[in-house]
């Protein structure tokens, strides 16, 4: 199986998650920071990049650069929901993942070809998730190494997708400036200039005694290296998860109680899945709805005991959904476990009944290891049968 690793970066975060709060910023030079004296412009959209404003930029100078631009106060606390909500997507296509900010991980895709057909495909459908759900692009990068996926994930955006396959590793960055070289500060370049080199082929095409000599033995090995585009480094992810959920946006806005059921069945089936597939139970249940003007509702509940039985997941959504205020045109749903317990409480219960449906779960299991997940799915079937027939 071929490495493939994907780097994930969004496009102007703050500023496009401002464009997606207000609709009449959309299309409009936005600064998001810079707007209190002595203020810093923490980003600024596409629109506002072409007057040459930029991060870290002081804001008078901002100001100077784009007197039309619209200075915004920065909300840390709203960025960080839309960057939870892009990593459960994150989550959904890897099991490796490696969050490197607050709008920026690498995925190891390494296989995916197998589930979305392509790579190229698997990248797309990533891509479309993330405009769909949260209404921001991402810009993508897919390389045989971590390096290089970051590289490719600069190299078009905003809205870009770059590809570098196995054996265009060196070919992909040669007219790349040195400066692109991760490890490459001022001082180092400076130095790579002093020799003639401009590019990353000069590297390769000097002497690697020489570079020793000019940068030391490890930056120069190093250097050496990256230039060939060659990265051993792993996706390293650290964190244990601490829930699992999913969620859905739609193509179309959906309304009335019997259809958002429907999802939820949907959801509480991937949910249970995914739960019994890494063999825990989830206490706390939650719910989130969004409607077509981005107003988010989420409930949840602890129950008395924990779970990974889709039925109950279900019944739960239910009960969580009916304490909402009505909502018509809803564009997203989802549905999330945490609170998670130790597999040692697990078996600690003796009721016939749950025995029973452990025992049915496990059944359903193993025919959705064997044949894939939607080899059984009610919410399909549900069209034809009673919804009853599911408690
Ligand atoms: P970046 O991904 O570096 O920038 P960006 O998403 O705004 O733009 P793009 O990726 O399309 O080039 O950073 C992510 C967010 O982090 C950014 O929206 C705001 C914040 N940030 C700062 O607050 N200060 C900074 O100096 C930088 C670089 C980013
Ligand atoms: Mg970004």
Redesign the pocket.
Known sequence: MKRYIMHV???????SVEQVDNPELRGKPVIV?GDKARGVV??ASYEARKYGVH??MPGIQAKRLCPQGIFLPVRHERYKQVSAEIFTIFAEFSPKVEPL????AFLDISGMDKIYKSINSCARQLKERILLQTGIHA?IGVAPNKFLAKIASDLK??DGLVIIRHGQEQSSIAQLPLGKLWGVGQKTALKLHNMGYRQVKDILQGNINSLKNALGEKTAVHLWQLAQGIDEREVESSHIAKSIGNEETYAEDISGEEIVMEKFLHLAEKVGWRLRQKQIKARTISIKARTDDFTTYTRSITLPESTDFDSVLYKTAQTLFKQLPVLNKIRLLGLTGSNFTEPAEMSLFNDVSKIKQEKLYKAIDSLKNKFGENIITKAKLINRQKKDDYS
């Open positions: 970066d969004m496009d102007a975060f703050f500023a920071g923490c980003t991060s870290a900010s607050i709008d920026e810009s955006k905003p």
